[in-house]
């Protein structure tokens, strides 16, 4: 970019960078974010399809979870990249929905773009959208429902459907509810802390089952200790078990096979006493996040002690939360109050893949879920669709409301966002109604991926809500307008309020864009241009000698 001044060029941009503007840059934003909707869509509802994400080694994914589809995929252009954003909100923030959330921002680019082409300025349409967000909050909220207990299975099997999980549906959903529950406390459910979702090779997915405490992916240290401890007394360490090395710098000679066999036998009663000290408190079971040397190993089980070390931070935290231990940082100093309780810690499996099981926690508030196939890919995908199930399940149990699924909200907020534009008077009146027209196409998604007319369904969808039954949904499985309600098809609020939120947060952010200026991609940058390729920061490479 240059200007003239007295004939002279002005250089204000690198002529290495492009710039984009007006229409032209917003056509390129809400193409690319449009591209990425687009890509999920298909996903969408009960019947939505998977995809299939390989990577340059050949891993492979398959999932309907719009959040990890959109996390597998290399995406390069930064209007797309905020797209990405729009799922991993939905996703910490309600547990569910990222693939609504992203099919509505691109609907509301799509629609804002033909706006733009009748001449509407982008400020108006971004002022008519949030307007009409701030309204369309309100009618959920009336339109929202208090919950009971009794709903909750229905909430986890609207999550689980469509999805790998189908295969063993009734006692997943069963699963689901009894998981959430056992972990609340004080009227808050987390599910990314509190509970442990570990994969078991063999069996199918109705093998699937709760552990009324932790499981961990470990063994114990050494074969020699006992692989099953009744009434469990359980130490947890954030230290070794080990000879520890001296503070400062020191050297030890040994000038005689007497002395290092003396050494040796006085490191051997260093742990020793260490480890007598440490039972005192009554422990039989010890944790560590350190190691265990061999000496340390040679006395723990010569005591008939179980012990695991290596275990990773929030291993240690889920332990510590289901069986009330303290984590110690001194072996001398575990007392009885540090113990934690189980009424069995054993270790299982066979051959080289084996796990430590801790059962018969009282009141546990980290408990574990052990999911049994024999494909790992079918079980990841049923990990993500339990984490999914788990977080409406807390949604609900945290917040108490509910609104109906099948599409119902949106088509009820469509209609009123419709009488709503009719009290503007501005361009506003246009963004809003274009906003009311985005919504119905999640309705209409789901009809399309069901193989049905998508049109038909939402017509259908209209005479029923102006009939006054505002939870009319689409049921999949006859295409007809049903009673969500009455099927038991229903969601949390707070999924649909986070929808609308993310939603139009990212596409009133794309459209106020009007300049993009890009530079070139040239690869690893440096910031330093002295630096070579044998000379950085001053540090010279050695020289390299020829064969």
Aim: aromatic share 2%; net charge negative; glycine share 8%.
């Amino acid at each position: 970019m240059a200007g003239q001044l007295s004939g002279q060029p002005i250089i204000i941009l690198d002529k290495d960078k492009t710039r984009t503007q007006g229409k032209e840059a917003l056509g390129f934003n809400i193409t690319a974010a449009k591209a990425i909707a687009d890509a999920v869509r298909t996903t969408l509802g009960p019947k939505g399809m998977d995809k299939m994400l390989v990577n340059p080694v050949g891993d492979m994914v398959i999932t309907n979870d719009g959040a990890t589809i959109l996390q597998e995929m290399d995406i390069k252009h930064p209007a797309a990249k905020m797209m990405v954003e729009i799922a991993r909100t939905q996703e910490d923030k309600a547990g569910d929905g990222t693939t609504s959330a992203v099919v509505l921002a691109g609907e509301l680019l799509n629609k804002a773009k033909t706006l733009v082409e009748q001449n509407v300025h982008p400020t108006s349409i971004t002022r008519g959208y949030s307007l009409a967000s701030v309204k369309a909050l309100e009618i959920l909220e009336d339109m929202a429902i208090d919950a009971s207990e009794d709903v909750l299975e229905n909430i986890a099997r609207t999550a689980l459907t469509g999805k790998s999980a189908d295969l063993a549906l009734d006692s997943l959903v069963q699963l689901c509810v009894k998981t959430a529950q056992s972990i609340k406390d004080g009227g808050r459910v987390n599910v990314k802390e509190n509970i442990n979702i570990i994969h078991q090779r063999g069996g199918s997915i109705k093998d699937t089952k709760f552990v009324h405490g932790v499981v961990i992916d470990k063994a114990r240290a050494h074969k020699n200790m006992p692989k099953k401890v009744k009434n469990a007394r359980i130490a947890v360490l954030d230290t070794g078990i080990e000879v520890e090395k001296t503070q400062i710098t020191s050297k030890v000679q040994i000038t005689s096979p007497e002395l290092l066999k003396e050494a040796r036998l006085e490191e051997t009663k260093l742990v020793d006493e260490k480890v007598e000290a440490l039972l005192k408190s009554g422990a039989n079971v010890i944790f560590t996040e350190k190691g265990i040397d061999d000496i340390g190993m040679h006395c723990l089980a010569k005591r008939g002690v179980f012990a695991v070390r290596r275990c990773k931070d929030e291993e240690i935290k889920k332990i510590v939360k289901a069986t009330g231990a303290r984590v110690v940082s001194v072996l001398d100093g575990v007392e009885e109050e540090d113990l934690g309780r189980a009424d069995i810690v054993e270790e299982r499996g066979l051959g080289n893949y084996k796990m430590v099981y801790i059962e018969g926690c009282e009141n546990p508030k980290a408990v574990s879920i052990l999911i049994y196939s024999g494909a790992e890919h079918v079980a990841d995908e049923i990990e993500r669709a339990l984490d999914d199930a788990l977080r409406v399940v807390g949604d609900v149990i945290e917040d108490g409301k509910i609104v109906a699924g099948g599409g119902a909200p949106e088509v009820e907020l469509a209609i009123k966002l419709r009488k709503y534009a009719t009290t503007l008077s501005g361009r506003e009146q246009l963004a809003v109604m274009a906003y009311a027209d985005a919504l119905e196409e999640i309705p209409k998604g789901i009809a399309e991926n069901a193989g049905l007319d998508a049109i038909d369904a939402l017509v259908d969808l209209r005479n029923m809500h102006s009939k006054g039954i505002s939870t009319a949904g689409l049921n999949v499985f006859t295409g007809k307008a049903e009673d969500m309600l009455r099927l038991g098809v229903i969601e949390p609020l707070r999924v649909k309020t986070q929808i609308i939120k993310s939603a139009t947060d990212a596409a009133n952010m794309i459209m106020r864009i009007d300049d993009i200026l890009m530079a070139k991609e040239t690869g690893m940058m440096d910031v330093n241009p002295e630096h070579t390729a044998d000379f950085y920061n001053g540090i010279q490479a050695p020289p390299v000698e020829e064969d």
